[in-house]
DNA sequence: ACGCTAAGGTTCTATTTTAGAACTGTCAAC
DNA sequence: GTTGACAGTTCTAAAATAGAACCTTAGCGT
């Protein structure tokens, strides 16, 4: 299965994968959230390869993550900016560092902590349900197909080849 | 950079990223939470190789991800299911999830919705501050060393070629 | 004028990953 | 005794990544 194949799937896990399901891209963005907007300097703190580098920063232009904004003229220099999109990550980007916290970390304890400015104490993110509040686990939800769910009855079913089948759900 | 040498960074993000930051791992999670439990299910509903699916489920299994659980003697048959430690990754499959509803769905709407037995509404996911239960944003976070950062002051600081540097946050 | 540095890339080859398909082995049912 | 399910393994070809060098515009020091 190719990338671009992934951001057509009718399932928004995939779609979202498409944009950051690789080995550099939360990486980038981590920078980012850290206030890094430059290329040497993501280049410096990841050791990413450039070309990588420019790569992936294309690619979140791309898709709307990032936006890149000139800072000087002669020699033109740009900056990359995270746009709202871009800021929407924040709750992966935090749940994937909760993880790490969790269940990743050796005997020396966290690498990082948050503070939140709001009540000035050290946090952890936490899921809640938008409707009740309650904090959300996976044995409390029901799945069910939405408007954008692939089609149930294909209308065309001449599916040649069976065997390597691409269906998917979100 | 290897995969190996994401693990050992000290950084939750990169440590995480070690574990689900491929094209396919996030998917084959996915499946998980929808109650997908065999390998010929994953490979049917993935559309993934076999040769890649038989090597994620084994680092998933490396990891404390997955339980490779015997279900059938004669021939040895077995199924993968969620650790505590993979169940503790629902919140970023859920914020991945609604990322993709909010910013990568087409004029058709979401693939599939999400409900809440405890309540009984569809909901969305909401990241709220462990200590004070507001919402939490990028811009209301301060992020500071942990005491299993990279040691400020190198003890032995023979960087040979720091043109290729690594270093890293959480 | 000359060399040096800085930023933001591009280009090149070598290595690693992934795709795609076929093959293996065990058992059960037809 | 052939077919099919299941859980993989093995093979070759194509794609992505690593690692390093190179390019361009411009400022600074001498």
New binding site residues.
């Given amino acids: ?3 671009d194949a992934l951001e057509e799937e009718p399932c928004s896990l995939a779609r979202t994968v498409a944009v950051i399901g ?3 891209t939360l990486m980038i963005l981590r920078e980012c959230f850290l206030r890094k907007r ?3 300097a993501f280049q410096t703190s990841l050791g ?5 580098l ?2 992936r ?1 294309k690619k979140l232009v791309r898709f709307g993550v990032l936006r890149r904004i000139p ?1 000087m003229d ?2 033109k ?3 990359y900016i995270l746009t709202q999109k871009g800021l929407d990550l924040y709750p992966i980007i935090m749940s994937v560092v909760h993880w790490g916290n969790v269940h990743m970390v050796d005997s020396r304890g966290r690498p990082m902590l948050h503070e939140h400015k709001l009540c000035g104490k050290h946090f952890d993110p936490l899921m809640i349900c938008s409707e009740c509040g309650e904090p959300v686990f996976a044995k409390e939800v029901h799945v069910h197909p939405g408007p954008g769910a692939r089609e149930a009855v294909a209308p065309k079913a001449n599916i040649s080849k069976a065997r ?1 089948t691409k269906a998917s759900r979100a």
Same sequence: chains 1, 2.
């Fill in positions: 299965m190719k990338w690789d080995r550099w430059r290329f040497d990413i390869t450039r070309h990588l420019a790569d920063l800072y002669s020699p220099r740009y900056e390597t």
